[in-house]
């Protein structure tokens, strides 16, 4: 109570304003009845950490609870932490009082500061532990993974990310023969991801896991004669994913064919910089041994999916689900979504941008396959959505990543009235106005992402309608071409923040710096805040958004045109938030880019939008940089 009188004395306090142990000092002094505090929505992950110091402090037995530990995910006993600064300590402390004896499921996605010994006593504390995720945590070592299996023998997923076995790193050797012997001890393994991931520890996988069945390799050391070995030890492997680096040939996808028959999802997209050897003659190949295939992803792909291999594939695997061929370029043709369109009734998911597929092709697979949840497209036009409106009832994602200014608000108001379970509509630069978008704001109320960056015509009353029809919105863009357009939207983006209370990405237009401190001080959920190219900042307005609530609510972007003044300002916004500092500069020069690395943003994420001025695209580029310091 003396508390709430404090706040309501000096409401210009906030809970940002302390510092952790200060604030976990105070939390321990109201009683058990601190763990309901976890329960409330848009609570900051600064305040989460100071709830559970203070419940440790308190030596509170029931610091297991699942609520406690930020998150249940399944129906499964989970838990998941997802803090960088998370400490052996804290995890030690929690298995003595046997708050993991129960857990089924735990991320540890980027615990950056997790080490071998807490990792080894988590282990020790969770025996009937079957799914770990380590993403990201990079004091991780192989020796370290292999001394925590033996205490779990019940695994049956894990995610190593980018954790463990780097390439060329001292000792390699003897890190492959250490993730050899972990993944002789996990008899029960399903499902295994890695970022490096040599011939001889995937091998083994298949090896020793007779139970896998999803297995994702990205490493470059992979090649041919490895994929060769693993899929003739690896018979009952139903997902595979052969992308990042890895370099596929049609002996390896012929082979791959022959020693998982029963495989259901198969993919292949690479790097853009990294160009697959495979041709049609392999995936025609693998596709007659492979007639349960349910999945095919290809992204990245160009001059190698054509019509010929699509049609090969839709003639074989009549059970085909999803076909994923972003960027494959302009071997891709209407031919070949007409061949989805004849074979493929039960087709959920198209994703063809960036290729020759036109509306024409787009529109005969949405009549034909009734079934569509998701349509990602270069280009559409109104009767493209009249189709989708009229023919897939159950679509929920449609993503236009070209301008499309043929769409008008006949198009928004069939998709509207025909698909209710929209959840996410991507539409940049299209000619709709306000009654479009009331019309999807009506008919779709289930929605979470909405794109209408550069939509000119598209005013503040149609945003009041999205904020009145869609509460559950999380995602928001409305970038804008010119600084005036911006002002055609500032009422309209209030009551947004204001009303959809789940927002947590939040794109902007040029905006007065007094509406974007309003926008942050309302958004209590909000993680992810970006900027037009034309925003300009100050170092007063820095130091605004520094004293106001943006630390409290985590936010992991912020982008703007800088320079590298701002770059200095940001970081050290970013000291205040969860993740560290995360940039995303639209706009930004080449110089401001190396400074703000020379200054070491180690672990940061870099996201950079580029803006084409001739079609008003916008292409996203992320760049996950580590130990920025060493170059």
Sequence with gaps: NQLMSIEHAAPALR??????????????????????????????????????????????????????????????????FHEPEL????????????????????????????????????????????????????????????????????????????????????????????????????????????RYLTDAVAVEAARSCPQLRELRLMDPRITNSGIAA??????????????????????????????????????????????QVWTEAGLRALAR?????????????????????????????????????????RTLTD???SAVAEHCDNLQELRVAFTDATDVGVQRVAERCTQLRVVVVGRVTDANLCVLGRSCPWLQEVHVVRRCARLTNKGLQALAKGCPELRALCVRGVAATDLGLKAVAEGCPKLRWLDLS????????????????????????????????????????????????????LSLPVLPMDLVLRVVQHGAALTTLSFAAGQQ????????????QLPNHSCEMLGSKTNYELFKLAQEIGKHSRQGPCLCGKGCSKIGMWAMCEDGFGGSSIGVNVLDPDEHDVTFYDYHISNTTDG
């Design 335 to 337: 031919a070949g979504m």
């Design 230 to 275: 693993l899929a003739l030890h690896g018979s009952g492997i139903s997902r595979l994913c052969l992308g990042g680096w890895v370099g596929v040939s049609d002996a390896a996808l012929l082979a791959v064919g022959q020693g998982c028959s029963g495989l259901r999802d198969l993919g292949l997209g690479g790097f853009p910089e990294n160009r």
């Design 454 to 505: 550069f939509c000119t015509a598209v005013t503040s009353e149609g945003l009041m309608a999205v904020a009145k029809g869609c509460p559950a919105l999380e995602i928001f863009c409305c970038l804008q071409a010119r600084e005036h357009q911006g002002c055609l939207l500032q009422a309209g983006i209030l009551e947004l923040v204001q009303k959809c209370t789940r927002l947590e990405q």
């Design 87 to 194: 400490q052996d300590a804290t995890l030690v402390a929690l298995v003595a009082r046997g708050a993991f004896l129960q857990l089924s499921s735990l991320s540890l996605t980027n615990c950056a500061c997790l080490t071998d010994a807490g990792l080894m006593e988590l282990a020790r504390g969770a025996p009937v532990l079957r799914a770990l995720r380590l993403q990201g945590c990079g004091k991780l070592t192989a020796r370290g993974l292999e001394q925590a299996t033996r205490c779990c023998p019940l695994l049956e997923t894990l995610h190593l990310g980018s954790s463990l076995l780097r390439p060329h790193a001292d000792g390699e050797q003897l890190e492959q023969e250490a993730l050899r012997n972990a993944l002789r001890d996990l008899p029960h393994l399903r499902a295994l991801s890695a």
């Design 15 to 80: 809970l940002g304003d302390f510092q952790e142990d200060l604030l976990a000092s105070i939390l321990s002094f109201t009683g058990p009845c601190v763990r309901r505090l976890l329960r409330l929505s848009g609570v900051s992950r600064h305040f989460r950490r100071c709830v559970l110091a203070a419940l440790a402090r308190m030596g509170d037995a029931e610091l297991s609870d699942k609520a406690s530990c930020s998150g249940v995910h399944s129906k499964r006993p989970g838990c998941a």
């Design 537 to 548: 900042f100050t170092r007063e307005d820095v130091e605004s958004l520094l004293l106001s």
């Design 289 to 329: 041994c492979c007639p349960l295939l349910e999945a095919l992803s290809v992204d990245n792909c160009q001059g190698q999916l054509t019509d010929g291999a699509l049609e090969a594939v839709a003639r074989a695997c009549a059970h085909l689900r999803v076909v994923s061929a972003n960027r494959c370029g």
